[in-house]
């Protein structure tokens, strides 16, 4: 049996009022893809700590809805890059000095497990091929003057021994865990000294992989990423 006319004018002259007004209905697919384009402008520094994101902004440049906007937004507050406040939208969240803390203890920790794990995959795949190639890529001199260069491969050379350790659910809980938003910061840290030392570390880390050596390239691996825990404490801006 059919509804009513009446029903079905009044159901279809909401539908043209939430289309009018850019509300419509949230598609996960659109959604994950606008967290993601969101994701990596807060990575990437395009948007800052504490700034608000503007819903009609974001609905006209990604050319979504208000509702699959708000439903990256739930995604992103869930993986702790945005804050949502009542009645203020969603901001970039800023991190306190002890967030900043736990955050690059639980990194120390994992990331040193991915090492260990890509020491023992070393002769899987492409993995010594690709760690070859990354030695000669840390041993230039621009990456060590260099500091956006730096930073670009220093993210890069972390994300593919976390990739060749071949753990797919310890990816997916180290992806939140890339100090969101704060790269920037940490890039203007990068000193002469700290490029030189950073490099030296990466090329040791790199070598314990190649020969296999776990628990060498796990203990590297730690130490590397405590010492950056400690100049990440530096970034101006973080809350006490």
Request: hydrophobic content about 45%; aromatic content about 2%.
């Amino acid at each position: 049996m059919a509804p009513p006319r009446k029903i079905v004018s009044m159901q279809a002259a909401r539908s043209a009022k939430a289309v009018q007004s850019g509300d419509r209905s949230p598609d996960t697919k659109a959604a994950k893809h606008a967290a993601e384009i969101i994701r990596l402008k807060i990575l990437d520094g395009l948007l800052s700590p504490g700034q608000r994101l503007i819903e009609p902004d974001l609905m006209a440049e990604l050319d979504v809805g208000r509702s699959t906007i708000r439903e990256a937004f739930l995604k992103l507050d869930a993986e702790g890059f945005v804050e949502l406040r009542h009645q203020r939208g969603a901001i970039v969240r800023r991190l306190t000095r002890r967030d900043m803390a736990e955050l690059f203890e639980v990194r120390e920790r994992l990331e040193g497990l991915a090492a260990a794990l890509c020491a023992a995959r070393v002769d899987q795949g492409g993995n010594r091929a690709r760690l070859r190639a990354m030695r000669e890529l840390w041993m230039r001199e621009d990456l060590r003057t260099n500091s956006l260069k730096h930073m670009e491969e220093n993210v890069d050379l972390h994300a593919s021994i976390i990739a060749m350790g071949g753990n797919q659910r310890l990816i997916r809980m180290l992806e939140p865990l890339q100090i969101p938003g704060y790269r920037i910061q940490f890039l203007q840290l990068l000193d002469d000294e700290r490029r030189v030392g950073s490099a030296a570390e990466h090329i040791a880390i790199i070598d314990a992989l190649l020969v296999g050596d776990a628990g060498r390239a796990e203990r590297l691996m730690r130490e590397h990423v405590r010492r950056a825990g400690k100049i990440a404490q530096l970034i101006p801006g973080l809350l006490d």
